[in-house]
T-cell receptor, first 114, second 113 residues
Framework: AQSVAQPEDQVNVAEGNPLTVKCTYSVSGNPYLFWYVQYPNRGLQFLLKYITGDNLVKGSYGFEAEFNKSQTSFHLKKPSALVSDSALYFCAVRDRAAGNKLTFGGGTRVLVKP | GAGVSQSPSNKVTEKGKDVELRCDPISGHTALYWYRQRLGQGLEFLIYFQGNSAPDKSGLPSDRFSAERTGESVSTLTIQRTQQEDSAVYLC???????????FGPGTRLTVL
């Protein structure tokens, strides 16, 4: 079975500082990995995905994530956080060999303080 | 173009009643998904439609839950004999295909009294 873990319920960071949101996954085959963001009172928005190729993936709003197969991780990063980045972030995985279901992590709330 | 739309945006019902939630995917998207998000929790997969293939119903929590999709367009999620634990936000998403990102609708907030 596939699973995703986001070990931090909340991450606090000062504006201008680097932001990291952690994600680890478990699949039996090769993964497709995604990050989504949910702003207050708004729907989920796609940030970036890893399908194949370069391990460093760049996405929307200056975010990037690095696929690390040996550590089964896909941490989300932003070099300089903005107050407007405060939101709920979800990591998701799909096992290429195990059907079409996308499994989401429990989410990490990011609070960027001015 | 238009994004994924869902209706109603809010639904309050009494325990035991049936409810029907609607999703209009992005035109041309062959894949459609339903998720449930309980307060303060992550997304729980319910069901997935891909073209004319049989839907993946593995996430439906009980036989009170069912969903239909007409071709590659509108989908309805039906919950029969609603229970208080069904209270959640029900999210619909669509994508061009399996490897593509999913685009989410705004959700339907269901409250069962």
């Amino acid at each position: 079975a596939q699973s995703v873990a986001q070990p931090e319920d909340q991450v606090n960071v000062a504006e201008g500082n680097p932001l990291t949101v952690k994600c680890t996954y478990s699949v039996s085959g090769n993964p497709y990995l995604f990050w989504y963001v949910q702003y207050p009172n708004r729907g989920l928005q796609f940030l970036l995905k890893y399908i194949t190729g370069d391990n460093l993936v760049k996405g929307s709003y200056g975010f990037e994530a690095e696929f690390n197969k040996s550590q089964t991780s896909f941490h989300l990063k932003k070099p300089s956080a903005l107050v407007s980045d405060s939101a709920l972030y979800f990591c998701a995985v799909r096992d290429r060999a195990a059907g079409n279901k996308l499994t989401f992590g429990g989410g990490t709330r990011v609070l960027v303080k001015p | 173009g238009a994004g994924v739309s869902q209706s109603p945006s809010n639904k309050v019902t009494e325990k035991g009643k049936d409810v029907e939630l609607r999703c209009d995917p992005i035109s041309g998207h062959t894949a459609l998904y339903w998720y449930r998000q309980r307060l303060g929790q992550g997304l729980e997969f319910l069901i997935y439609f891909q073209g004319n293939s049989a839907p993946d119903k593995s996430g439906l929590p009980s036989d009170r839950f069912s969903a239909e999709r007409t071709g590659e367009s509108v989908s309805t999620l039906t919950i029969q004999r609603t229970q208080q634990e069904d209270s959640a936000v029900y999210l619909c998403a669509s994508s061009l295909g399996l490897n593509n990102e999913q685009f989410f609708g705004p959700g339907t907030r269901l409250t069962v009294l």
